[in-house]
Each structure stands twice: as structure tokens, then as C-alpha cells.
């Protein structure tokens, strides 16, 4: 408050009544003229443009508006998509002509991620969990100069709504930040509705620009219309197995809270985890993270007070986001990011996947058994860290590889934050966790140790041939307070 | 042991096998038979060998050969001899076939336990006869899909088709004192169908049921499992039964029931199906 504490009288100048503003309608933010709109945006070389992926597999705008960049002749951009999917491998040629430098993301797959893999990236790949990306973000790491948000439906003034308009994904949580932090918002629509757009994710106090398209997307690539619980016996011991881990804890009990993924083996400790409630007779806090319609289906029986919603997984989830007061939207930052108070920090219990684990619990979900990019944190580290019992779920082999390694090809989630492993041989603890250890020989689990479990399915199946790769550092693994925990090296050809 | 469930794995599914004994039956039954296509007869007969070789399951493990009317029989039997395994199910049981696996076995010197599968019309009118022939039967399993394309009935999920053999099945197995095992319910998705069709055959007296889906396991083993009320029951019939011996009674009464042979021995069954029974019990039926 120096202005007041310093005022020099002599200096203040009163408006003259003839620079009186007058009353006046503010610029027409909307256009359906993308080259005029990128000559006021004025995208230079070296750029750094957001998008968030709400609409994943059926996402037309992030190929659309990049190609334009592309077309402009501008070079060295930092992609800075919260995902990329299958659909972005339209992308692969800007690779290779230099639109496109660096990388910044939470998840990548299909072939776009092999590519960068395969070394057509000329910059460098940064992984990011969910709430690692709202960090950097939010606290300046990234400047982002144009956030482009893809749009399920928006008024003229710039209210985005999630859950109105043709292409509805839901929740826009992961481009919360981007919204509020760039130096110019685009929002990129097809359903250009009446004012005032509501509910609304993003509101027009931070879009300064409307586009409307065509269209932004494929409805059967944004959700699904069911997500299915997995049927194979295997999945389902685990599930089981993983239900037996949550009780023998401790920590099912009123007031607890969950989140699980929209995976076949994850759906089934849900489905699992609901009989168990009623038969029970128990209440739970709050599910979080991506919501499917299983968790919306025990939101309404009361068996949660409220779902903490980042993303709509299924059709089921977005009506309920619209019409139940207790079905919450939840930002990125809210969600995880490690700097301010968040949702993950009040969890219980997670369950989670895994492309590979090591004997020291380290977790890899960034690359496949052949070394390609091919996933990423999402809220892994982020859930990982936060909540009070992360469980990996996953079957011991898969295609004929063994799950646990000596040590992971990247480093996704640090095995400091990993407390329990379920295959369908045997549950394995972190020895950081000898509480759980004691408890669950006290509820006679069939607890393993990791190298003897190792040990079992490299018997039984050999030792994988190593991945071979190049000395060439393509990209890092970003653990969520932006530290850097793996290197991501080129995979040969 | 008394199998509550006994899963089918067909023998020419390496991913089945491998995972067939973490899924809670109590016994698993490899198929050579009807789930293995003719031309893949041999390919099978390698793949579970090279399995039970490999691995070492936690499970009791049977292997359903092929008829003795096939050009497979001697050959699976011959395969298998040197497995670890606990026992060989004999599809459409016979006299024939019976007399033969008995003469292979013990000619072979081989420990293997017997399963019968009854599945045709003169196998169920002969069962008796048939599963006496052996001294290594240690169940009567009934196959009710076959038993009724050969009586020419609609096969239907209520079962009334198969309540005659059911309970033919049933009081053979009992007077030969082996285990019945009843058919597998063949709706993979329908739940509570299962529930009531083996809630319905444990109720008819069969001992525990074959199944088809590893999704039926945790199911089957809840509804022939005694419950926990059973089981204490049980445990009081034989207390009451040690007290009454020490004092020199014959009989006693227990709830303002009379407990006598039948009563005694239904408690020790259940014992035993239970895993609640101690060897001190082996004199109580006098």
C-alpha cells in the first residue's frame, strides 16, 4: 500500500469531464475466422500453447489448431497438452518440421508417443503428473501464451460449460489453470449458446477469445457409454484379494474416502467395494478423481457424501455432474497440487495400475514393455503421495512379461510413496509399511515377499530381454513438485 | 477331502492353466475331452502335461480323459501316468470303460482317485453297478447337458428334467459312501440362477458341484460351505456325545432333541466338510 502511504497531492490529476468514458460495447469476442484471430493473437517462434484433453480420443482442436500453426510457418513451440491420445499422432509431421520443439504432458499414447520415442521429437518430452502440471502452471514454471480450450459449449462472453453442447465431456478440471493463467484463452467451440452459459467450468472473466468450428470433436472418442467391470477370473481374484487389503487396514470405516480408475480390475474392487458397504452398513467421505457411473450409482444409494470429480469418464457421470448438487467439479490444483491444500491429501484409500513395479516398489506406467511412451502419471503420483493406503493392482504377467522388475524402464510414481502390490499370486507390502505388514498376517492375507514373488514368475516365465535403447535423453519424468525422477531415454530402432 | 467345487479348465488354454489353481475351487478338473477340438487332441495332451510339469498347483487337479470308445483314452492314460496330479474323471462312465480304467491303473501300479461321470441314460440306470467296480471311485459326478440330449428332455434352468437322476445319483453315492457332485450351471452371467440351482442340489444331498466359469466358484463354495450356526451345532452334538460316552450313556437329548446315529454322524460330516474335525472324534460313532 505504498500508493497510499506516499501520495503526493500535487501530482494527482482529476479527470477532465471531457475524457468522461462513455458507455460502450465491449469487442465481439467471437469468431469463426481462425486467421485473423491467430494475427491478434500474434503466436510467435518458440510459443508456448496449452490444451487440456477432456474430449480424449475424439479431440479435433489440439490437431486443428496446431496444423494452423504449422501452416503460419511458425517453428520451436512447447506443446503443452495436459494428455495426448491416439488421435494426435495427426501431430507426427510437425515433429519432424520443427512447429513442434518440446513436449510438456501427463499422458501419452499411441503413435505420436512412439514416435517421440523413436527420437522425432527435437527438444524434449516433460511428464508431469495432474497436479504437477496445475503447479507448474499456477506458480509461473509455464508460461503459457495461448491456452486453447477446447469447449463442449460457451456463450458469446466466454462462459465454457462442460456438460451443455453436443460434444458435452463433463468436468473440465485439467484446463482450470491454463485458463487462469495464460496470457490469452481461446475458447475453441461448435454450440455457441445464449448468455448466461451455466453451470459454468471456465468463466468469461478469463476467455478473451470465442472460435467456433465446426466441430470439436467425435462423441463416441470423448466417453464412453459404459465402462464395464472386467470379467476375466484373474482381474477378479485381484479385485477381491484387493477388497480383503482395504479391510484388513483398518481404514474402511464411516468417513473414509476412495478413489479408483475407470480400469477393468479397478471397476471390480469398486463394484466389490459397494457390496461390501451395504452389507456393511457403511458411509464413506468421499470417491474421487475420474468419475464413472459405478461411483454416481453409489453417490445416489448414499454409500458417499460426495464425488470429487476432475474428469467424467462415462455418460452416466455427466448427467449425474448435472443434475446432483453433491457430484463436485474439481480443478487440477484442487485435485493435486503438491503446493496448496488438496483433495489427495484427505484420501484413504487409492487404487491404482501399473505397467511395471520394481523390487523397491518403484511404479512405471509412463512407458510399455517395449520402451515406448505409451501412458504417464496422470493423478498416479499424485494420489500416490497423498492418500493414507496406495494400492497397485495388476496380474502378475502380462502377455507372457513379468510385472516386477529389477528396476522399472522409467520411474512413474517413487516407491516411497507405494504401500501394497495385489497380483493374483500374492500381496506384496512396502517394508516402509510394517503396520500394514502386522495387520495383514493378523487377517492371515497371503503376503508375499516382492523378491520371492520376482523370483516365482521369472521361474516360471524367464527374464524379459532388456529394452534396448540409445544414450540420447529424450525426456524426463517429473515428479509432482517438479523435481526430476527419471530420465526417458530413446528407444532404438 | 470333500470337494464343495470341482472348475473345469479345458487343457488346451495355456492362460487358464497357468492361473486355473488361484481361483478357490477346491479341485480343478483339466479337460481333454469336450472342451478339445479332435485336431487339437494331441497338442492338449503335450500343453498340460508340460503345464503340471512346470508349475506346481496349489489345487487338488483331475484330468477328464477321453472316452474309452475313442482312439484317445490309452493315450491321455498314457500321457498322464507320470503326473502329479490327485485323480482321472472317466466321461460316460461304463461297466466297460470302468473295469478298464481299473485294470490300466492298477496294472500301472498308479494311486489315482476315480471321479464317475454319469451322462447317459444307461450309465445313470446302472450307476450302482458301474462305480462299484472300482475301489478308486471316490465320487459320482453327474453330467446332466449329455444325460438329457440321451433321454430326449429339454434341458432348463429350473432342472425338474434331472431331479430323477439327481436323486439316483444322490442315493448311489451315498451307499457306496463317495461324493455327488452335481452338474455345472451352464449360464455364465445368471448369479442367482446358480445360487438356487446349487442351494436346490445341496438340499437334494449332493456334495458339492462341478462348475464351467471361475465366476461360479466363490458362489458354490458360500452355498455348500456349513454355516457358522452348523458348524456350532455340530461342535455341541459331539461334546454332548463325549459326555454322554463318559457317562456310560447311550443316548442323550439335546435342544429337547434326541440325538441318535444319524444326527451324530450328519455333525461329523459337516465337521469334516468344514476342516473342523479332530482325530478324536474317530470313535465317537459307535
Not at chain 1, 520443439?101 to 527438444?123: F, H, M
Not at chain 1, 485381484?238 to 474416502?257: C, N, R
Not at chain 2, 478357490?24 to 503335450?46: M, P, Q, W
Not at chain 2, 438329457?148 to 432348463?156: C, E, F, N, S
Amino acid at each position: 500500500m505504498d500508493y497510499l502511504n506516499n501520495i503526493d497531492l500535487d501530482s494527482i490529476k482529476i479527470i477532465d469531464k471531457s475524457e468522461y468514458p462513455t458507455k460502450g460495447i465491449k469487442k465481439d469476442k467471437v469468431t469463426n475466422d481462425i486467421d485473423n484471430l491467430f494475427k491478434e493473437l500474434n503466436i510467435h517462434d518458440g510459443a508456448v500453447v496449452s490444451f487440456h484433453h477432456h474430449l480424449r480420443n475424439g479431440d479435433s482442436v489440439t490437431n486443428l489448431i496446431m496444423k494452423h500453426i504449422q501452416k503460419l510457418g511458425i517453428k520451436d513451440i512447447t506443446l503443452v497438452a495436459s494428455s495426448l491420445f491416439p488421435t494426435n499422432k495427426e501431430l507426427i509431421p510437425l515433429l519432424k518440421d520443427g512447429t513442434i520443439k518440446n513436449i510438456v504432458t501427463s499422458y501419452i499414447s499411441g503413435e505420436l508417443g512412439e514416435a517421440i520415442s523413436q527420437g522425432e521429437l527435437k527438444g524434449y518430452i516433460i511428464m508431469q503428473s495432474h497436479g504437477g502440471r496445475a503447479r507448474s502452471i499456477l506458480n509461473g514454471e509455464i508460461e503459457i501464451d495461448v491456452a486453447f480450450i477446447a469447449s463442449p459449449s460457451s456463450d458469446n462472453k466466454g462462459n465454457i460449460s462442460g456438460v451443455n453442447g453436443i460434444n458435452s465431456c463433463g468436468t473440465l478440471g485439467y484446463a482450470i489453470a491454463d485458463s487462469m493463467m495464460a496470457k490469452k484463452v481461446v475458447a475453441v467451440t461448435d454450440s455457441l449458446v445464449e448468455y448466461p452459459n451455466y453451470p459454468a467450468d471456465i468463466t468469461e472473466d478469463y476467455v478473451d477469445h470465442i472460435l467456433l468450428v465446426d466441430s470439436i470433436g467425435l462423441k463416441s472418442g470423448i466417453v464412453s457409454g459404459t465402462t464395464m467391470i472386467t470379467k476375466d477370473p484373474i482381474g477378479l481374484k485381484i479385485a477381491k484379494d484387493t477388497l480383503k487389503v482395504m479391510e484388513a487396514s483398518g481404514l474402511l470405516k464411516d468417513g473414509f474416502s476412495f478413489q479408483s480408475g475407470a480400469g477393468g480390475i479397478s471397476l471390480a474392487v469398486t463394484s466389490f467395494l459397494r457390496e461390501y458397504m451395504i452389507e456393511n452398513n457403511l458411509k464413506g467421505s468421499f470417491a474421487s478423481g475420474g468419475i464413472t457411473g459405478y461411483l454416481t450409482d453409489m453417490l445416489e444409494e448414499g454409500l458417499f457424501d460426495a464425488l470429487f470429480d476432475v474428469q467424467c469418464f462415462d455418460l452416466q457421470a455427466i448427467e449425474s455432474l448435472k443434475k446432483n448438487p453433491n457430484h463436485l467439479r474439481m480443478s487440477a490444483s484442487q485435485y493435486g497440487n503438491p503446493e496448496v491444500s488438496t483433495v489427495v491429501d484427505n484420501l484413504d484409500i487409492v487404487i491404482l495400475g501399473a505397467t511395471e513395479i520394481d523390487t523397491n516398489f518403484n511404479v512405471n506406467v509412463t512407458t510399455g514393455s517395449h520402451g515406448m511412451l505409451m501412458g504417464g502419471s496422470g493423478g498416479h503420483q499424485d494420489t500416490a503421495a497423498g492418500s493414507k493406503l496406495s494400492i497397485i493392482v495388476s496380474k502378475l504377467f502380462s502377455s507372457r512379461i513379468p510385472l516386477i522388475k529389477d528396476r522399472v524402464d522409467v520411474i512413474t510414481t517413487p516407491g516411497s510413496t507405494v504401500d501394497v502390490l495385489v497380483t493374483e499370486r500374492g500381496i506384496c507390502v512396502n517394508p516402509l509399511r510394517q503396520d500394514l505388514i502386522e495387520k495383514f498376517k493378523e487377517a492371515k492375507l497371503n503376503v508375499v515377499d516382492i523378491n520371492e514373488l520376482k523370483a516365482y514368475s521369472e521361474k516360471i516365465m524367464g527374464v524379459a530381454k532388456p529394452i534396448e535403447k540409445t544414450e540420447r535423453v529424450i525426456g524426463f519424468s517429473e515428479y509432482r513438485d517438479g523435481r526430476i525422477i527419471d530420465y526417458i531415454y530413446e528407444v532404438k530402432r | 477331502m470333500s470337494y464343495k467345487t470341482l472348475l473345469f479348465m479345458p487343457g488346451n488354454n495355456p492362460g487358464m492353466l497357468q492361473s486355473s489353481d488361484i481361483l478357490g475351487a477346491d479341485g480343478i478338473i483339466i479337460d481333454l475331452e469336450d472342451a478339445v477340438a479332435l485336431t487339437e487332441k494331441d497338442a492338449a495332451r503335450i500343453l498340460v502335461c508340460e503345464y503340471l510339469n512346470t508349475f506346481e498347483p496349489q489345487s487338488d487337479i483331475f484330468i477328464r480323459v477321453n472316452p474309452l470308445d475313442t482312439p484317445f483314452f490309452y493315450k491321455d492314460l498314457e500321457a498322464i501316468k507320470n503326473l502329479n496330479i490327485t485323480g482321472i474323471v472317466l466321461p460316460k462312465v461304463s461297466v466297460e470303460s470302468m473295469e478298464a480304467l481299473d485294470k490300466y491303473l492298477t496294472e500301472n501300479n498308479l494311486d489315482f482317485k476315480v471321479i464317475g461321470l454319469v451322462e447317459t441314460a444307461l450309465g445313470l440306470e446302472m450307476a450302482m453297478d458301474i462305480l462299484s467296480r472300482s475301489k478308486k471311485v471316490i465320487g459320482v459326478l453327474l453330467g446332466a447337458e449329455d444325460l438329457t440330449l440321451d433321454l430326449g428332455a429339454k434341458r432348463t434352468k429350473e432342472s425338474e428334467e434331472i431331479a430323477y437322476a439327481r436323486s439316483r445319483i444322490i442315493a448311489v453315492s451315498k451307499a457306496l459312501q463317495i461324493e455327488a457332485i452335481d452338474t455345472p450351471w451352464t449360464d455364465t452371467d445368471d448369479y442367482e440362477g446358480l445360487r438356487k440351482d446349487a442351494l436346490n442340489a445341496k438340499e437334494l444331498g449332493m456334495t458339492g458341484k462341478a462348475l464351467i466359469s471361475p465366476r461360479h466358484v466363490d458362489i458354490v463354495n458360500k452355498v455348500f460351505a456349513p454355516s457358522e450356526e452348523e458348524i456350532k451345532h455340530a461342535l455341541r452334538v459331539v461334546e454332548g456325545v463325549k459326555a454322554a460316552n463318559e457317562k456310560g450313556l447311550g443316548a442323550f437329548s439335546l435342544d429337547g432333541k434326541m440325538v441318535d446315529a444319524p444326527i451324530i454322524k450328519r455333525a461329523l460330516n459337516l465337521l469334516k466338510m468344514s476342516g473342523d474335525y479332530k482325530e478324536e472324534y474317530d470313535g465317537l460313532l459307535k
